[in-house]
Protein backbone atom coordinates (compact mmCIF):
# COMPACT_ATOMS: atom_id res chain seq x y z
CA UNK A 1 0.00 0.00 0.00
CA UNK A 2 1.03 3.73 -0.13
CA UNK A 3 3.41 4.73 2.52
CA UNK A 4 3.62 8.81 2.55
CA UNK A 5 6.38 10.66 4.95
CA UNK A 6 6.60 13.81 5.99
CA UNK A 7 9.31 16.30 7.61
CA UNK A 8 9.90 18.06 9.41
CA UNK A 9 8.14 16.93 12.25
CA UNK A 10 7.54 20.34 14.03
CA UNK A 11 8.64 23.59 12.61
CA UNK A 12 8.89 27.54 14.23
CA UNK A 13 8.73 30.04 12.33
CA UNK A 14 8.72 34.22 12.91
CA UNK A 15 5.83 35.58 11.87
CA UNK A 16 6.35 37.10 8.15
CA UNK A 17 8.35 34.06 7.37
CA UNK A 18 7.76 31.29 5.15
CA UNK A 19 7.11 27.99 5.89
CA UNK A 20 8.10 24.53 3.80
CA UNK A 21 6.76 21.29 5.00
CA UNK A 22 7.79 18.47 2.67
CA UNK A 23 6.54 15.04 1.51
CA UNK A 24 7.27 11.61 -0.60
CA UNK A 25 5.04 8.93 -0.96
CA UNK A 26 5.87 5.45 -2.63
CA UNK A 27 2.88 4.36 -4.86
CA UNK A 28 3.67 5.92 -8.52
CA UNK A 29 -0.30 5.27 -9.03
CA UNK A 30 -1.05 7.91 -6.72
CA UNK A 31 -2.65 11.08 -8.22
CA UNK A 32 -4.08 12.95 -5.79
CA UNK A 33 -2.37 15.50 -3.07
CA UNK A 34 -4.22 17.01 -0.83
CA UNK A 35 -3.17 18.91 2.60
CA UNK A 36 -5.12 19.56 5.77
CA UNK A 37 -5.08 21.81 8.29
CA UNK A 38 -6.16 20.85 11.78
CA UNK A 39 -6.17 23.23 14.51
CA UNK A 40 -6.09 22.07 18.23
CA UNK A 41 -8.92 20.22 18.63
CA UNK A 42 -10.59 20.80 15.58
CA UNK A 43 -11.39 18.80 12.65
CA UNK A 44 -9.08 18.26 10.02
CA UNK A 45 -9.87 20.54 6.67
CA UNK A 46 -8.31 20.84 3.04
CA UNK A 47 -6.84 23.84 2.68
CA UNK A 48 -5.31 22.80 -0.97
CA UNK A 49 -4.70 20.05 -3.31
CA UNK A 50 -2.85 19.10 -6.46
CA UNK A 51 -3.01 16.50 -9.00
CA UNK A 52 -0.84 14.92 -10.90
CA UNK A 53 -1.35 16.55 -14.33
CA UNK A 54 -0.35 19.89 -12.32
CA UNK A 55 2.89 20.83 -11.25
CA UNK A 56 2.44 24.02 -9.22
CA UNK A 57 -0.56 25.30 -7.52
CA UNK A 58 -1.59 28.46 -5.41
CA UNK A 59 -3.85 29.92 -3.51
CA UNK A 60 -3.09 33.23 -1.83
CA UNK A 61 -0.28 32.81 0.63
CA UNK A 62 -0.08 28.92 0.14
CA UNK A 63 1.22 26.85 -2.75
CA UNK A 64 1.76 23.43 -3.34
CA UNK A 65 4.88 21.70 -5.58
CA UNK A 66 4.85 18.04 -7.00
CA UNK A 67 7.30 16.77 -8.62
CA UNK A 68 6.15 13.07 -9.82
CA UNK A 69 9.24 11.81 -10.84
CA UNK A 70 10.93 12.05 -7.43
CA UNK A 71 7.61 11.23 -5.84
CA UNK A 72 7.14 14.38 -3.29
CA UNK A 73 5.40 17.32 -2.86
CA UNK A 74 5.61 19.97 -0.81
CA UNK A 75 3.45 22.66 0.41
CA UNK A 76 4.80 26.30 0.71
CA UNK A 77 3.34 29.05 3.15
CA UNK A 78 4.57 32.76 2.51
CA UNK A 79 4.08 35.60 4.97
CA UNK A 80 2.75 33.63 7.85
CA UNK A 81 0.55 34.89 10.55
CA UNK A 82 -0.21 33.57 14.21
CA UNK A 83 -3.57 31.55 12.94
CA UNK A 84 -0.67 29.46 10.43
CA UNK A 85 -0.14 27.95 13.71
CA UNK A 86 -1.63 24.69 13.36
CA UNK A 87 -1.25 20.87 12.81
CA UNK A 88 -0.46 20.30 8.69
CA UNK A 89 -1.11 16.94 7.45
CA UNK A 90 -0.07 15.60 3.63
CA UNK A 91 -1.89 12.59 2.14
CA UNK A 92 -1.93 10.93 -0.99
CA UNK A 93 -4.50 9.07 -2.50
CA UNK A 94 -5.23 7.14 -6.11
CA UNK A 95 -8.69 8.48 -7.65
CA UNK A 96 -10.20 5.33 -8.38
CA UNK A 97 -9.23 4.25 -4.42
CA UNK A 98 -10.20 7.08 -2.79
CA UNK A 99 -9.13 6.46 0.59
CA UNK A 100 -6.37 8.57 1.65
CA UNK A 101 -2.77 7.83 3.09
CA UNK A 102 -1.98 10.57 5.48
CA UNK A 103 1.98 11.56 6.21
CA UNK A 104 2.47 11.74 10.54
CA UNK A 105 1.75 15.67 10.21
CA UNK A 106 3.84 19.10 11.02
CA UNK A 107 3.46 20.98 14.02
CA UNK A 108 3.88 24.43 12.59
CA UNK A 109 4.41 27.61 15.25
CA UNK A 110 4.21 30.99 14.25
CA UNK A 111 5.88 33.47 16.56
CA UNK A 112 4.82 36.78 17.00
CA UNK B 1 -25.18 23.23 4.73
CA UNK B 2 -25.15 20.58 7.91
CA UNK B 3 -21.32 19.10 7.71
CA UNK B 4 -20.47 16.08 8.87
CA UNK B 5 -21.41 14.75 12.81
CA UNK B 6 -20.41 12.27 15.03
CA UNK B 7 -21.18 10.70 18.25
CA UNK B 8 -20.43 10.65 21.21
CA UNK B 9 -18.35 13.69 21.35
CA UNK B 10 -16.62 11.81 24.10
CA UNK B 11 -16.36 8.20 25.45
CA UNK B 12 -14.97 6.81 28.11
CA UNK B 13 -15.28 3.16 29.07
CA UNK B 14 -13.46 0.20 30.94
CA UNK B 15 -11.10 -2.06 29.38
CA UNK B 16 -13.10 -5.17 27.90
CA UNK B 17 -16.49 -3.37 26.60
CA UNK B 18 -17.94 -2.49 23.32
CA UNK B 19 -18.56 0.63 22.32
CA UNK B 20 -20.44 2.14 19.02
CA UNK B 21 -19.37 5.21 17.51
CA UNK B 22 -21.26 7.20 14.70
CA UNK B 23 -21.38 9.01 11.62
CA UNK B 24 -23.66 10.73 10.41
CA UNK B 25 -22.16 12.07 6.83
CA UNK B 26 -23.47 15.27 4.27
CA UNK B 27 -26.55 14.35 2.85
CA UNK B 28 -25.89 13.44 -0.81
CA UNK B 29 -22.18 12.00 0.10
CA UNK B 30 -21.86 8.38 -1.40
CA UNK B 31 -18.71 7.73 -0.31
CA UNK B 32 -17.73 7.37 3.97
CA UNK B 33 -14.23 7.07 5.52
CA UNK B 34 -13.43 6.04 8.83
CA UNK B 35 -9.67 6.83 10.03
CA UNK B 36 -7.80 6.70 13.68
CA UNK B 37 -5.80 9.55 15.00
CA UNK B 38 -3.97 8.22 17.96
CA UNK B 39 -2.49 11.00 19.87
CA UNK B 40 0.18 13.41 18.25
CA UNK B 41 -0.01 11.51 15.23
CA UNK B 42 -1.14 10.97 11.92
CA UNK B 43 -5.05 9.88 10.93
CA UNK B 44 -4.58 5.95 10.02
CA UNK B 45 -7.49 4.51 7.65
CA UNK B 46 -9.74 2.04 8.79
CA UNK B 47 -12.53 1.64 6.38
CA UNK B 48 -14.05 2.93 3.47
CA UNK B 49 -18.18 2.48 2.15
CA UNK B 50 -18.88 3.40 -1.43
CA UNK B 51 -22.54 3.24 -2.52
CA UNK B 52 -23.74 -0.25 -2.48
CA UNK B 53 -20.20 -1.65 -3.34
CA UNK B 54 -18.36 -3.91 -0.94
CA UNK B 55 -16.79 -2.06 2.11
CA UNK B 56 -13.04 -1.65 2.11
CA UNK B 57 -12.01 -3.44 5.05
CA UNK B 58 -8.08 -3.15 4.60
CA UNK B 59 -7.65 -0.95 7.47
CA UNK B 60 -9.43 -2.25 10.17
CA UNK B 61 -6.44 -3.26 12.91
CA UNK B 62 -8.03 -6.57 14.11
CA UNK B 63 -10.92 -8.49 14.40
CA UNK B 64 -12.48 -6.52 17.00
CA UNK B 65 -12.91 -3.71 15.04
CA UNK B 66 -16.35 -3.29 12.38
CA UNK B 67 -18.41 -1.09 10.64
CA UNK B 68 -21.94 -0.72 9.05
CA UNK B 69 -23.41 1.65 7.01
CA UNK B 70 -27.48 1.77 6.49
CA UNK B 71 -27.72 2.81 2.89
CA UNK B 72 -25.91 6.20 1.90
CA UNK B 73 -26.47 7.48 5.33
CA UNK B 74 -25.59 6.55 8.65
CA UNK B 75 -22.19 4.11 9.54
CA UNK B 76 -21.45 2.90 13.25
CA UNK B 77 -18.08 1.80 13.99
CA UNK B 78 -17.83 -0.94 16.66
CA UNK B 79 -14.80 -2.12 18.77
CA UNK B 80 -15.32 -5.60 20.84
CA UNK B 81 -14.00 -5.76 24.24
CA UNK B 82 -11.97 -2.83 24.03
CA UNK B 83 -7.97 -2.33 24.98
CA UNK B 84 -6.17 0.57 25.85
CA UNK B 85 -4.07 0.89 22.77
CA UNK B 86 -7.84 1.72 21.54
CA UNK B 87 -7.80 5.04 22.92
CA UNK B 88 -7.29 7.56 20.37
CA UNK B 89 -9.66 10.50 18.34
CA UNK B 90 -11.96 7.93 15.84
CA UNK B 91 -13.02 10.26 12.47
CA UNK B 92 -15.21 10.00 10.22
CA UNK B 93 -15.25 11.63 7.08
CA UNK B 94 -17.64 11.76 3.82
CA UNK B 95 -17.02 12.30 0.16
CA UNK B 96 -18.98 13.27 -3.84
CA UNK B 97 -17.37 9.89 -4.83
CA UNK B 98 -18.63 9.19 -8.45
CA UNK B 99 -16.83 5.95 -9.86
CA UNK B 100 -14.52 7.04 -12.65
CA UNK B 101 -14.45 10.52 -11.51
CA UNK B 102 -11.35 12.61 -10.15
CA UNK B 103 -11.44 12.69 -6.72
CA UNK B 104 -13.33 14.46 -4.48
CA UNK B 105 -12.94 16.01 -1.16
CA UNK B 106 -13.12 14.46 2.06
CA UNK B 107 -15.17 16.72 5.01
CA UNK B 108 -14.73 15.33 8.16
CA UNK B 109 -16.43 15.38 10.77
CA UNK B 110 -15.46 16.29 14.94
CA UNK B 111 -14.56 13.09 15.52
CA UNK B 112 -15.21 11.22 19.00
CA UNK B 113 -12.60 10.63 21.79
CA UNK B 114 -12.42 7.32 22.96
CA UNK B 115 -10.52 6.85 26.51
CA UNK B 116 -10.39 3.01 27.14
CA UNK B 117 -9.20 2.67 30.66
Known amino acids: GENVEQHPSTLSVQEGDSAVIKCTYS??????FPWYKQELGKRPQLIID?????GEKKDQRIAVTLNKTAKHFSLHITETQPEDSAVYFC???????????FGAGTTVTVRA | GAGVSQSPSNKVTEKGKDVELRCDPI?????LYWYRQRLGQGLEFLIY????????KSGLPSDRFSAERTGESVSTLTIQRTQQEDSAVYLC???????????????FGPGTRLTVL
Open chain 2, 93 to 107: ASSLAVAGSSYNEQF
Open chain 1, 27 to 32: DSASNY
Open chain 1, 50 to 54: IRSNV
Open chain 1, 91 to 101: AAAYSNDYKLS
Open chain 2, 27 to 31: SGHTA
Open chain 2, 49 to 56: FQGNSAPD
